[in-house]
Nanobody, 124 residues
């Protein structure tokens, strides 16, 4: 069993930046991909970004392109999400996820493991 633990959420003003990190508990963990999703109150969980673990290819939701950057550190078993130019509509709980079967999936079904989530609040 693998646990994913997110960190780095918080409160930021519009236009600001935050960096989220997610660490996998098992050092030998080698997923096909890791990604980030988010869920705002009253809304479904939506795809943010994903990265292939081996080659580092990335995929982003359209509204995040140019503002968010996903990266991974294989030595530390972590995946990061750098979020710039944040907007109030980016306010949500952000979840880290890992897939053992699918590369660059954009749906929640593609992911086997999930973190507990970290709150990001962007004030206007």
């Amino acid at each position: 069993q693998v646990q994913l633990v997110e960190s780095g959420g918080g409160l930021v003003q519009a236009g600001g930046s935050l960096r989220l990190s997610c660490a996998a508990s098992r050092r030998s963990f080698s997923p096909y991909a890791m990604g980030w999703f988010r869920q705002a109150p009253g809304k479904e969980r939506e795809f943010v970004a994903t990265i292939s673990w081996s080659g580092g290819s990335t995929r982003y939701a359209e509204s995040m392109k140019g503002r968010f950057t996903i990266s991974r550190d294989k030595a530390k078993n972590t995946v990061n999400l750098q979020m710039n130019s944040l907007k109030p509509e980016d306010t949500a709980v952000y979840y880290c996820a890992a897939s053992s079967t699918i590369v660059l999936g954009t749906t929640t079904r593609a992911y086997d493991y999930w973190g507990q989530g970290t709150q990001v609040t962007v004030s206007s």
